[in-house]
């Protein structure tokens, strides 16, 4: 980014749109994402035929259903005709990335009114199938050939945590509770079950030190927003929310090739380049959505976005200061733990999730304070990060 | 697209490199991109460093090779760090996609100095599989169900052409020959073979009334461009070209929910567009690359574009107007018939044809006059297309 981007257009998120996210062996992969395009069209008070751009993030469309093209696939049947309907891949930072394209294109004055969108139809395939396709998001060539999947790769960074921080499998489980009670309290969860301490620690283990109840959910669902120039925004609704700051980073896909894998340069980059262009800094979020692909995930990542010291996530987790109530609510939806994750969709629907927050519209999961909020989406072990960061409309 | 980009600012390609198309048994997606991006780095005097964004264009690399999250996978191998990486799919116009997405950003003044590149490995697949692979550009619950290849697509469009304006075999073959002819003079083209009018009549039956002569070829390959504002090319080379107008549409997937299929309607609305950012009419083209997948795409695309009246086509090739030397030189470089059609590459490969061309570096292939240029670059039967118009430095 060079310093023209100082001149680029503040832009504001007017509508949002989900579909609850779960196992729906009756839908398909077009019929959800149109459902969450219908939702958010419906919310910002715009009709297809005004959209200019159309981002849509998907990470695996041929392998799990076998459909490729997917952006003029789902576009045209929301009702978008002639305008660019492009698909992104980024691995689980697919829809973040669409976002980060659909801002870029709003913000620099190209289109005023952009939807970014994201799918991912998984459960009809095995779960073995399941780990095999995401292993996809890692390096083929060198880990996937060693047989690393992903639950793999994420217990090798948990285990180079607790030796290197001195982190416990008691404090990767309090994520887990944590996710799992906030899941709990979200109508459009995959999961809403309320787990202890010591259920999440006997757990069925996946790869050690991760148990089940430690790895995010393989789920069908889709979300989309609309943006348009702040400037605009009132046009369309009073409900809307400001991007404060959008940036995509990238890093090697291979973990073997990373200097220290308890932490993501690419996080702590995309982190620090969205806080500079927001002017501010980790103390002002209000609430964050961050990507617990795994428990640890989360962990790594409230310590490179600078939630707290390096090293200190997992005590940090376990004091409950990211519960709702505490310093720094994270995944107030019940995260990628428990509300699921639609790979392609998390992205766009942390967003939607940090909006309903700010608008005040989260129900028994409201937090006190909401007038900044954080989403952090991230793709295969660190290689791609995108951090959003949202203002509540004043 | 609206008013507001008039003030973006003009933009130039300054460095192409493109890997030979062909079979290659030796060599991953991996090394054939990074090959062809260090070839436009070198020929656009930029280090990898400088780089502020990269766009992958990709069809089906999971799908081919087993690997996914393209974009960093390969940015990374290239040199490229921290910057974003984002892979883009529209089916076989990924990367014509990836260049309307790279130019957006230079032109919006996000970024200075960004990559769009294109790759796909095909020949390590069966030629079944393969044609199933790209079945998944097309509408896989409906014609794809129904049993409907590309080159079945392709057939229904040739035969309702022939039924409504005329169009013979005899036409279709000319298009071949033509573009068999010139790839053979092509060093970097996959089939460099002269035929008769006589042998593409002949040839195979694949889907009646196409031969294998009809249909591109099955390739791999990758191609790259590196592009900057217009006022600083100098300041890299002064073998830039100007990019006059880049346009990108859509239309539905499916081939059966089109009012009249001797048309696209995407291309069309892209070819209008381009014209009109570019200010001038098909009159002023002086040589351009079509997305020639089957030899009735070739003939079609050269109507809706304006470059011959509806239906008239196949008389218009037949004539040899298409030919080098023509009034309208038609895929000097052997097209995707004879260069190859590695399908991700294929957008940008056409560009980097086209600069060859203003460049005045197309040897034996060379056109007289070379002032503007244009490649059309189609995703599936019609749902994509980005066209693309160029000017020669002055």
Same mark, same amino acid.
């Given at each position: ?75 045209? *049947? ?67 050939? *060693? ?25 990767? *489980? ?91 340069? *690419? ?128």
């Amino acid at each position: 980014m060079n310093a023209i981007l100082k001149y680029m257009r503040p832009v504001a998120v007017i509508g949002i749109g989900k579909t609850a996210f779960g196992a729906f062996p009756d839908r398909d992969l077009r019929s959800l994402a149109v459902e969450a395009i219908e939702h958010a069209l419906a919310d910002g008070n715009v009709a297809p035929a005004g959209v200019e751009a159309f981002y849509l993030g998907n990470f695996a469309g041929p392998s799990f259903v076998g459909q490729n093209h997917l952006a003029p696939y789902v576009g045209s *049947a929301a009702g978008f005709e002639s305008i660019p309907c492009t698909r992104i891949e980024d691995a689980c930072a697919s829809s973040g990335s669409a976002f980060f394209h659909a801002w870029q294109n709003v913000a620099a004055g190209i289109s005023d009114v952009v939807v970014a969108a994201g799918v991912e139809k998984m459960t009809s395939q095995s779960t073995p199938r399941v780990t095999e396709i995401l292993a996809g998001a890692g390096d083929m060539g060198g880990e996937g050939r *060693a047989g690393a999947t992903f639950p793999a790769l994420f217990a090798m960074i948990a285990r180079r945590h607790m030796h290197q921080y001195g982190t416990t499998r008691e404090q990767l *489980a309090a994520v887990s509770v944590k996710n799992h009670a906030n899941g709990a309290k979200n109508p459009q969860a995959h999961m809403r079950k309320v787990i202890t301490l010591e259920q999440a620690l006997a757990g069925k283990p996946v790869a050690e030190p991760l148990t089940v109840y430690d790895c995010s959910l393989i789920s069908d669902g889709a979300a989309a927003v609309v943006i348009v120039p702040l400037e605009r925004a009132r046009e369309f609704t009073s409900r809307f929310a400001k991007v404060l700051a959008v940036a995509q980073t990238s890093d090697h896909v291979a973990l073997d090739t990373k200097a220290d894998i308890t932490l993501f340069p *690419a996080v702590k980059s995309a982190g620090e380049r969205a806080y500079k262009m927001a002017g501010l800094g980790p103390k002002e979020i209000d609430v964050a959505e961050l990507h617990d692909c795994f428990t640890i995930a989360e962990i790594v990542a409230s310590e490179d976005l600078g939630f707290v010291e390096k090293g200190n996530g997992g005590p940090f987790a376990a004091a409950g200061c990211t519960a709702i109530g505490g310093p720094i609510p994270i995944n107030t939806s019940g995260g990628l733990k428990s509300k699921g994750h639609p790979v392609g969709a998390t992205g766009v629907g942390q967003i939607c999730d940090i909006v309903m927050q700010l608008r005040g519209d989260a129900g028994e999961r409201q937090v006190a304070r909401h007038h900044i909020g954080l989403a952090q989406n991230l793709g295969g072990s660190g290689a791609t990060c995108v951090v959003t960061i949202l203002e509540a409309a004043k």
